[in-house]
């Protein structure tokens, strides 16, 4: 049974958090940093079908909004790491409390299952 909150209906920030987090594939790249991924290649073998522009696209918005920061190691070949911010590990209880609700809600991907579609309970 679900309840009313004294939620505002909107909410800019909270708009624009949902958005950034929300996007194809962020959810995904976060959950591999928080575990430990640092490496473009790492990151794109942890998340089945991600494009290698996609990952590069999302990377890019996640630096630009501080969660994460891309440092250049000079080395040959030159390698390039991507860390979470404090800002970045702070998303930790909110990836957290939506990976406890998917095990509750969302059915499991089966074999089956059309591509890209999720059966809901």
Known sequence: MATETSFAAFCPRYHRAVELIGRRWSGAIL????????????????????????????????????????????????????????KGYALLPVVEALATWAEAWIAPVTDDSPAGVLSLP
């Not at 991600?50 to 040959?76: H, P, Q, Y």
């Not at 030159?78 to 404090?86: A, D, G, N, Q, S």
């Open 31 to 86: 959950r591999a940093m928080l575990s430990g991924a640092h490496r473009f290649s790492q990151l794109s073998e942890l998340i089945p079908g991600v494009s290698d522009r996609l990952l590069s696209e999302r990377l890019k918005e996640f630096e630009a909004e501080g969660l994460l920061v891309r440092t250049v190691i000079a080395e040959t070949p030159v390698r390039i790491e991507y860390h979470l911010t404090e």
